[in-house]
Structures are given as C-alpha cells and as structure tokens.
C-alpha cells in the first residue's frame, strides 16, 4: 500500500469494506435515506453495491438517524444540518490543502528537492481537526449569545454591508494566477479580522467582496469606515467601496437575504473608490453620533428602489477610533 493509500485509509477510519444496502440495513433506514445523507454531505455519487463504505460511516449515519428517532430533529432539518456541514468543510479542507501545498511549493523553490504533502497532512490531522472542532464549539457559543436579542424568528433587524475591490476585473487579467491569489487571501483575510474584531460577522466572501453583518448601524458603520481606511492603505491591495443598510433580513441556510441586503449590493456598486454610502433610513440612525460625518449626496436611481439620495459616510477627524489589525 502507498503512503497516500496509507493515510487515506487512516483518515477514513479503517478500510472501506461495506456497501451502501450493508450500511442502511444495520442501522435500519431504507437506500433512499442513506443515499440523500451522502448528497447533502456533498460526497460523489457511488454504485449501491460498490464496497465503498467503513465502520466510520456507518456510526456517522447511526447518529443522524438517532436524531431523527428521537424527535430531537425532523428528517429535512437533519439533512440540512448535514447539508452545511458537508459544505463547509469541503470549502475548508480544500482552502487548507492549498494554503499547505503553495507553502511546501515556495519551500521547495528555496530549498530544492522534494518536499512529500502526505507526512505534513498526517502530522496536522489531529491538530487540525480539534481546532475544527474548538472553532464549531466556540462559533456556536457565539450564535446561542446571539439569541438573547435575536431569538428564534429567522426575520431579524440588522445592519448589513457589502465591501468590494476597485478594478478586481482589470487586475485579474493583468496579474499572473500566483498574485492574484495572494491579493484575494490578503482580502479575505483583512477582511475578516477587522469585521470581527468590530464584532461584526462575516457572512461569505465570493472572490473580491465580503457580505457582513452587525448588530446596529454604528457598529456597521465603524466596519465599513475601517475597511475602507485599512485596506485602501494595504500595499497590496486595491482601494475598496463599501455599502451600507439597516433594515429587516432573512436568515436563512447561514445567508441573509432581503431588500436590506439588496440596498447594500446596490449602494456598494455606485460608491466612489474609498467611499462607504448608505441610505437615508440608515442615515438618519447615524446622525446623532459625533464621531460620523454624513454628507447627502446627489438622488439618482438605484435598480429595483427608484430615486435615492444616498448618503457618504465619513469619519469626523480626530475623533473616530477605527479598527486596526495587522
């Protein structure tokens, strides 16, 4: 057996020895059942009789339909638990093992010789996966805290921001795929830190712009000021134009969804670079804080809301204390 057979045998938990119908029989639910599990994981579709499966998977489908025998969840809320979960993790492992691999690859170019993935994976894997499991206890805390002044209705009053990257399709035909890389990590990785550190939330990223979420109009507004402020001072980076809105959202599959989040979109798109624009609703919960400036701007139609007279967002000089991380 390879070593790379070697360590996929050991991350599965032992060999794969047992076909899909072996699997849904000894825990006691149909094909059907077993087979949307493995889809909303996100896993490729295999043959019924292929022996594909191990002990490991078996005790992971035990689990789910012991929710499910217990009333503690229905079959669909399981399914999509399972659902995000597979999803998630497979953005995670694939950011990981290319993080891994572009590291061991610059090692290579300085060092020479070969430098074999499998060794590190193997060493990481423990660590890896309790930290995994450290970040889902500690994400979990922090959404059940949330709670208290959100509750369980899935309709919610926040303050929502898009923040996007000047130029991003220019520069992607003009930098090779190695940089243009490093600009996107850098992003997403600024990003990220400022908008928690606000105590903001990051709900996606998607190539050159990051949708967040934060409790109130100010808290979103110092976000915005600061991503605007740190990244436009990035060596590596473009300057970035932010959107900003207050109002009702959805939350729904780990997204937000709403005119709320559909007036940020819009508003981001015709901000100046360096520029935070918000509307005049949000405006107005903005105007009593002496450490903004706000600066009406010309009305103008904005798709799918008419005219609008949108409203910079600027920090009065000397006054503001923004967010600033390394």
């Not at 390879?2 to 047992?18: I, K, N």
């Not at 503690?72 to 999803?87: H, K, M, P, S, Y």
């Not at 002044?149 to 190695?178: C, H, K, N, W």
């Not at 105590?199 to 996606?204: A, C, E, H, N, P």
């Amino acid at each position: 057996m390879s070593r790379q057979d070697d360590l996929v045998t050991q991350l599965l938990g032992g060999e794969r020895t047992l076909r899909r119908r072996e699997v849904a029989r000894s825990v006691g639910v149909s094909l059907l059942s077993a087979r949307k599990l493995w889809r909303a994981l996100g896993f490729p579709g295999v043959a019924d009789e292929a022996q594909v499966f191990t002990e490991t998977d078996r005790d992971a489908l035990a689990r789910v339909v012991q929710l499910v025998r217990e009333d503690v969840v229905d079959e669909e809320t399981a399914i999509a638990c399972a659902r995000a979960l597979g999803q998630s993790t497979d953005r995670l492992v694939s950011w990981q093992t290319e993080a891994l691999l572009e590291y061991l690859n610059a090692r290579r170019a300085r060092e020479g010789g070969q430098l074999d993935p499998f060794p590190v994976i193997e060493r990481l894997t423990q660590d890896l996966e309790q930290l995994l499991v450290y970040a889902f206890r500690r994400q979990l805390a922090a959404a059940v805290s949330r709670m208290d002044g959100i509750g369980a209705d899935p309709e919610a009053v926040m303050t929502v921001g898009f923040a996007d990257l000047v130029s991003y399709t220019r520069l992607s035909r003009r930098l090779a795929q190695r940089d243009l890389g490093r600009l996107v990590q850098r992003f997403e990785g600024l990003a990220s830190d400022i908008i928690t550190a606000g105590g903001g939330r990051v709900v996606k990223t998607v190539g050159d712009e990051v949708l967040f979420v934060a409790d109130n109009p100010v808290a979103g507004a110092v976000i915005a000021l600061s991503l605007s402020e740190q990244l436009g001072a990035d060596d590596l980076l473009p300057e970035v134009r932010v959107g900003l809105a207050h109002g009702p959202v959805l939350r729904s599959l780990g997204d937000v969804y709403g005119d709320t989040v559909n007036l940020a979109s819009r508003l981001t798109s015709i901000a100046q670079p360096g520029a935070v624009l918000t509307d005049p609703v949000t405006a107005r919960e903005l105007q009593t804080e002496p450490e903004i400036v706000l600066v009406v701007q010309r009305r103008r139609p904005i798709r799918g809301f008419g005219q609008l007279q949108p409203v910079l967002i600027a920090p009065a000089p000397g006054t503001i204390q923004l967010i600033r991380v390394e």
